[in-house]
């Protein structure tokens, strides 16, 4: 008997020694860690959007947590553990089979391309595995009053009705447009660097995409891709009816290039394309881009898909920043 | 002591035998049924990757099986397996009886109701915080914690009163296994001290240690009684075996903030966990060096022992996905395989080729003994071989793909592009882990066989059934 206790005893001794030490401890721990400047508790709606992301699993394939690494700058700043204060349960995740989200209200802020996604991931990224979460909304007659229905693409719109978010739906595009990074203090205008930052770096340059053509022209690529092409699509054609065409779009080839310019840095609502209004709104990126960022969006948009328009300088940009503040 | 364990013959009287018996059998048919059920929904969410609007709607969407997937093979399948083979191996290796059947059947009712429960509950998206392998709500997993008391309690009651002088090395590792499952299931379900990063830095620790600290000695539990079983020799080092106990003990519960290199978790946490991984190797080289060099000169007769077989690619999952494990959580190797795919492969080698492989080799191994039926040859060799083949491809196809879908994104490509790389070997994948499951749908006819069906007799003497030799 004794023998049994040495070893069963003593070893679950042990093992309950190192359980408090490196589990709950630690846990103790970092469960006191404040918030950083700017990280702020979730509001109901969120809150309820957030329990909308971990009934359904998001998390097996969205991490939040953003990597001090080069490769992860284009989702944000590397997490700070001020980040986590109010993040109760921990999302960070294990696997990035998608995107991750940690910064994703201020890449992606449009709530329209985040229904249509929700609704069918692949009416706006053809490629993507995503399931359709199409349970969280309603197809209806008509919109009740006060309600704007989603516009839908038509091959991935229901054939009759229209389609409609739940409250569920809602709290989950509410929680999503709030996982936003707090600007860390002093590192201002770090994450608009971020998505071209690895062509920039000498060293880096070597082994960048291939695709990389000249410095600045494969800058304005990778920015359209992670900034833009969500809503106008990689070959600048948008989704008919619900976000306009870069392609042969008037402003773009205007070779006055400040309302292309101002429109990236205030958004726009009730675009007119081509005598088509689209009603989604598009958001500002002001604040988000750099005016050399915006220059090379610009200069991308403007020699891709047979525009032909005027380049713009960062210098340009600088300008039509100052004239509207 | 260890001639308790060659010993190819029963000394217990038959109403003793005949309670082993039937609570293996039944933990047996009952741990087949979830590897059957979790194998199929992992089939369906890898036709996921391939078709994501197969099977719409919320309860079979890929955020909800996942959890399914791998909570069933955790605590339906590999659980309920390994325990119902640890009581086997308590009772033989100390010549007595089950302490308490009841117990035995409880801890069963209890394993199996938190599975059930579990599974419904993920499915109608209770989930608790996407805490991997912790999803279950509370109230779920206190029932699994129910389970693991009363399978303790039993297990430290059969050989308490044992009729062997030492208490084999088998239950060393299956009495501390249980015991200190315990701790972390208290450890994971105390709401009280885990917020934001603090619950990261528990998730850390219980998600290595529930798969460390329970699959992994009871796994090894198996090794160290059904080797020597079937090669009726002891034990290669009986002092080594001691050796990796402790040294298993002491490493592994620190390594578990490997999950998080590069967050947010304190720099020192992560590269303590690193050291520890490294240090890992001792108890893993060791412990399979013990294996190995128990089947020493007998390599060749293996071909002719599937059980034995079935080990000795359950010692190299060991070996391989322990060594791995180690390499994995390098800094350099992490940045290009964290978040990927890899990982998954990682994952299953370690869960399939070692645990997995384990339970089936000490599953052919015991159960004719207990039962006197056999299962056929042809049903063997397919089980066998379409698990192993089907593993490869698996295995292979994700840590390539893995590594690619790392390398991507270390070129800055656009996000979207690691997705299109990866569909050729999702297929891949998908084709293993269909053959995966296909050997485990022959598997369960052999468990039948073995247990209720009409099996091949081991012996002539039919009963009471003799201890003959496996092979």
């Known amino acids: 008997m004794n023998k049994l206790i040495l070893i069963a005893g003593g070893s679950t001794l042990v093992y309950a020694v190192l359980a408090m030490l490196m589990g709950v401890l630690p846990g103790i721990e970092l469960s006191n860690i404040p918030p950083g400047p700017g990280v702020n508790p979730l509001t109901a709606l969120e809150a309820q959007g957030r329990a909308v992301y971990v009934a359904n699993g998001c998390s ?33 995740g294990s696997e990035r089979t998608g995107p991750d989200l940690t910064n994703v209200g201020n890449r992606q802020s449009s709530v329209v391309w985040h229904y249509i996604h929700l609704y069918n991931p692949r009416a706006v990224v053809p490629q993507s595995i995503m399931p359709a979460f199409d349970w969280l909304f309603q197809v209806v007659d008509s919109a009740p009053p006060g309600v704007t229905p989603i516009t839908v693409p038509k091959a991935y719109a229901p054939t009759h009705g229209v389609v409609v978010p739940t409250r569920d739906a809602h709290a989950l595009v509410a929680y999503l447009l709030a996982l936003k990074q707090a600007p860390l203090p002093g590192s201002a205008g770090e994450s608009t660097e971020a998505i071209s930052g690895e062509s920039r770096t000498g060293a880096q340059a070597s082994t960048a995409a291939p695709s990389a053509g000249s410095g600045e022209a494969a800058k304005g690529h990778a920015l359209f891709t992670a900034t833009c092409a969500a809503c106008h699509q990689a070959t600048g054609e948008g989704l008919p009816g619900v976000f306009p065409p870069l392609k042969g779009n008037l402003a773009v080839n205007d070779a006055d290039p400040s309302h292309h310019i101002h429109v990236i840095l205030h958004g726009l609502q009730g675009a007119n394309v081509g005598g088509n209004v689209y009603s989604s709104p598009m958001p500002p990126f002001g604040a988000t881009l750099s005016d050399a960022d915006v220059a090379n969006i610009i200069n991308y948009e403007r020699s891709s898909w047979g525009n032909h328009g005027a380049p713009v300088t960062a210098a340009q940009v600088s300008a039509e920043r100052a004239k509207s503040n | 002591m260890q001639t308790s364990v060659t010993a190819q013959r029963s000394t217990l009287p038959r109403r003793d035998e005949q309670t082993l018996r039937s609570v293996l059998c039944a933990y047996m048919m009952s741990a087949t049924f979830w590897l059957l059920f979790a194998t199929a929904v992992g089939v369906l969410m890898a036709y996921k990757f391939g078709a994501p609007d197969f099977w719409p709607g919320p309860w079979l969407t890929f955020g909800r099986l996942r959890p399914i997937h791998t909570n069933d093979t955790f605590y339906g399948w590999a659980s309920v397996a390994l325990v119902g083979l640890a009581y086997q191996v308590a009772a033989r290796s100390s010549r007595t009886r089950l302490y308490s059947a009841k117990l035995a059947w409880a801890g069963l009712v209890l394993f199996n109701l938190a599975a059930v429960a579990g599974t419904i509950a993920l499915a109608l998206g209770f989930n608790d915080g996407n805490l991997e392998y912790r999803e279950w709500p509370w109230p779920i997993r206190l029932i699994f914690l129910g389970a693991l008391v009363v399978t303790a309690w039993n297990l430290i009651g059969t050989v308490a009163r044992r009729n062997t002088e030492d208490i084999y090395l088998s239950n060393w590792y299956t009495i501390g296994g249980v015991l200190w499952t315990c701790i972390i299931a208290v450890v994971a379900i105390l709401p009280w001290y885990q917020y934001g990063l603090g619950q990261v830095s528990v998730s850390g620790f219980y998600m290595h240690n529930a798969v460390g600290m329970w699959f992994t000695p009871l796994a090894l539990g198996i090794f160290y009684y059904a080797l020597p079983k079937l090669l009726s020799r002891p034990i290669y080092s009986y002092a080594l075996g001691v050796f990796a106990f402790w040294t298993n003990l002491v490493f592994y519960p620190i390594i578990g903030a490997h999950h998080f290199l590069f967050s947010p978790l304190p720099w020192f946490l992560q590269t303590t966990a690193i050291v520890f991984s490294v240090a890992m190797l001792v108890p893993v080289w060791g412990g399979s060096a013990n294996f190995l060099l128990t089947m020493r000169g007998r390599f060749h007769g293996m071909a002719h022992s599937y059980p034995l077989m079935f ?30 795919n890899f990982t998954v492969g990682h994952s299953h080698l370690t869960m399939y080729g070692f645990v997995t492989f384990a339970i089936w080799g000490g599953i052919y191994a015991l159960l004719p003994l207990a039962t006197g039926k056999r299962p056929s040859e ?13 593993s490869f491809i698996y295995i292979i196809s994700l840590s390539v793909g893995g590594t690619i879908q790392g390398r991507d994104w270390i070129h800055g490509l656009p996000f979207i592009q690691s997705v299109a790389d990866m569909q050729s070997y999702w297929i891949w994948r998908g084709v293993g882990g269909s053959l995966m499951l296909l050997s485990h749908v022959v598997f369960a006819w052999n468990v039948w066989r073995m247990t209720y069906g009409v099996g091949a007799s081991t012996s002539q003497d039919a009963a009471p059934p003799t201890e003959g030799a496996a092979a």
């Open chain 2, 311 to 340: 080990i000795f690619v359950g010692v190299i999952g060991y070996l391989v996905g322990s060594t791995q494990g180690t390499f994995e959580a390098f800094r350099s190797l992490q940045e290009v395989w964290h978040f990927t």
């Open chain 2, 378 to 390: 042809l049903g063997l060799t397919l089980h066998f071989w379409m698990a192993l083949v089907g």
């Open chain 1, 60 to 92: 097996y394939c969205h991490t939040q947590q953003v990597r001090p690494l080069q490769q992860d700058k284009v989702f944000g700043r590397p997490s700070a553990p001020g980040d986590f204060t109010y993040q109760t349960p921990e999302l960070l």
